[in-house]
């Protein structure tokens, strides 16, 4: 029997490093899709060409394949961020919460709801967080980082710099965590 | 058993096409990688440039990108040469993990003094880098990670 608290728990690992700035968060967010449509993709040729046998490791070669292809072009459009987070792409590509949402899309009639909440947990925790620790947004940019110093112009300094911190985002995980978990036990 | 052969064979077929056209997008896309680099070469310029950390080393130019790369440090560095016109350097970029995540650190390597840390990529060059939670603990790791694999190189 899968447990979803486990699951969650698992997928949070990757996100308490890459979520420290928005413009690591908007990557993430966009790879999950792309992880996921691979999976979906991969499922979709297997069927197509009716393999049996070798089935799981034709799909995992392919989706695999299909993010190599994402991360090389990523690399070329933003190198300078991808020498950070290129290693937290592959882990999210074999990680069982992306695993699991490809097979619950198949389980219970297309759902997406774990791809969904898990890309909008990234940005929203990632937007805190550069929030708390600088005061800015930052966006992904050929030479790094798009800055948005947002508290500067209002002329304010950050004050909640240790919500910003890896430390920190394990708290607001645990913020986040609970109140996801309530909500779908009320549901 | 002529259908099933054909079947099989069908299927061979499509699943060759299929990954060798996706080998072919990758090999295509490796053309592409002098944007990439490109751009990283614009970033350790202006590392070099702005950052007071590597003042001494303002003149320096970087010639190319280092292939093949410098094995055993941290994963997927990037690896330059540079020159001043007397004296040929190493730049590294370096994946360095702080308190509050992760920055691509410029490192240089110079013969007659060792790596010096020069800067963090991407982030406002004014700010020392213990602000984004990078601090002397890290720089100093790599900087002597850096003299003793290429010590070892030298050496060999």
């Known amino acids: 029997m899968r447990k979803n608290s486990i699951v969650f728990i698992l997928g949070l690992c990757p996100i308490a490093v890459t979520s420290s700035h928005f413009a690591y968060g908007i990557i993430m967010s ?9 999976g979906l993709l991969s499922q979709f040729a297997s069927e197509l060409i009716s393999l049996n046998k070798q089935e799981k490791i034709f799909k995992s070669i392919f989706s695999f394949s299909l993010v190599l292809i994402y991360v090389s072009v990523m690399k070329i459009l933003f190198p300078v961020i991808f ?8 882990l999210l590509a074999v990680s069982y919460i992306m695993y699991v949402s490809i097979q619950d899309y198949y389980t219970y009639s297309e759902a997406i709801e774990l791809p969904l909440i898990y890309s909008l947990l990234i940005l929203l925790l990632s937007f805190l967080r550069e929030l708390c620790a600088f005061g800015s947004l930052s966006f992904p940019a050929i030479s790094g980082f798009a800055v948005l110093n947002i508290f500067k112009a209002i002329g304010i300094s ?13 708290i607001v995980l645990g913020i986040f ?4 978990f309530l909500i779908s036990k009320k549901r | ?13 499509i699943i060759s096409g299929l990954f060798l056209f996706i080998v072919f997008l990758l090999w295509g896309l490796s053309f592409m990688n002098f944007i990439g680099e490109s751009s990283l070469k614009n970033a350790a310029k202006k590392i070099l440039k702005e950052s007071s950390l590597s003042a001494e080393y303002r003149d320096v130019k970087i010639l190319g990108i280092e292939r093949p790369y410098v094995n ?22 370096i994946r360095l993990a702080g308190k509050y995540g992760l920055y691509q650190g410029l490192f240089l390597y110079d013969e007659a003094k060792g790596t010096i840390f020069c800067g963090l990529a991407g982030v406002d060059s004014e700010k020392i880098p213990k602000y984004y939670g990078i601090t002397d603990f890290n720089t100093d790791f790599w900087c002597k990670k850096i003299d003793s694999i290429l010590h070892k190189q030298k050496n060999r």
Request: with cysteine; charged share 15%.
């Open chain 1, 177 to 180: 965590c609970r109140m996801y």
């Open chain 2, 1 to 13: 058993m002529e259908q099933l052969t054909q079947n099989r064979l069908k299927k061979i077929g």
């Open chain 2, 72 to 93: 055993n440090l941290g994963l997927m560095p990037v690896t330059f040469t540079a020159s001043d016109g007397e004296k040929n350097y190493r730049l590294f970029f």
């Open chain 1, 158 to 170: 950050p004050h909640l710099r240790f919500l910003g911190t890896t430390a920190g985002a394990v």
């Open chain 1, 83 to 90: 020498i950070s987070i290129e290693l937290y792409i592959y």
């Open chain 1, 30 to 38: 966009i790879s999950v899709w792309i992880v996921f449509f691979s």
